[in-house]
């Protein structure tokens, strides 16, 4: 059973340019969240989608970043004109469960962005 | 915010036992303690949770406080590879109304030839 996948692994952007970072649930999952992580800091949460839906996006900013997970394919998280701060790793999770409190969350390896 | 606190780091003796400790003193009745941790830059690998009772599977052992305030991660037989950043969670709900994970600094366990 693959686990979660996330490409590409390393993405390289200059300033102003789009970011698209896709993301594939574990088989069966179809519940997925995305996080970013900044140099040396812990994870936080940016997004949560159900297929099709978005659940909640409180963590997302509010301008240039949207995320998507369409009925078919993987998800998606668009970064607009980028700059130098969204220079991160973005990880992404998928669960099974969801909303149940005793759902787990699956890590895939990440994707490095860096923003020249 | 997260709501555990954990030590900044800890070493441990290669082949001894590493016991992690977790604070998570406002931690609510039907709320989980999930560990992960992550090995230098690599996705968060999923540990082990538990609610209330002592847990144990392939990876670790958890040992959760009967007034549910604290629990204790431990690694029965700590190698080289287990060396990383291990956080304890408990989710937290977020503005929009769901509950989901939220990683403090977690502690950095070095584990020592």
């Known amino acids: 059973n693959a686990g979660v996948m996330q490409n590409p692994r390393h993405l390289v952007r200059r300033r102003g340019q789009e970011a698209r970072l896709r993301c594939s649930p574990m088989?069966?999952?179809?519940?997925v969240y995305w996080y970013r992580q900044l140099p040396e800091e812990g994870l936080k949460f940016m997004v949560y989608?159900?297929?099709?839906?978005?659940?909640?996006e409180s963590g997302m900013p509010k301008e240039r970043f949207s995320a998507e997970f369409p009925k078919e394919g993987p998800s998606i998280l668009r970064i607009q004109q980028v700059v130098r701060g969204d220079s991160a790793a973005y990880f992404c999770?998928?669960?099974?469960?969801?909303?149940?409190?005793?759902?787990?969350?699956?890590f895939g390896p990440g994707t490095r962005l860096t923003v020249l | 915010d997260a709501k555990t606190t954990q030590p900044t780091s800890m070493d441990c003796a290669e082949g001894r036992a590493a016991n992690l400790p977790c604070n998570h003193s406002?931690?609510?009745?039907?709320?989980?303690v999930y560990w992960y941790r992550q090995i230098h830059s690599q996705g968060p690998q999923y540990i082990i949770h538990?609610?209330?009772n002592n847990e144990t599977n392939e990876m670790a052992s958890l040992i959760i406080t009967e007034d549910r305030k604290s629990s204790t991660l431990i690694l029965p037989h700590a190698t080289l590879r287990d060396t990383a950043v291990y956080y304890c969670?408990?989710?937290?709900?977020?503005?929009?109304?769901?509950?989901?994970?939220?990683f403090g600094k977690g502690t950095k366990l070095s584990v020592i030839p």
């Open positions: 969670i408990v989710r937290v709900r977020t503005g929009a109304g769901s509950y989901q994970l939220t």
């Open positions: 999770a998928s669960s099974p469960l969801g909303l149940d409190p005793t759902d787990t969350q699956y």
């Open positions: 989608l159900q297929k099709e839906n978005i659940i909640d």
């Open positions: 088989k069966g999952h179809s519940h």
């Open positions: 538990g609610l209330k």
């Open positions: 406002t931690i609510s009745g039907n709320e989980y």
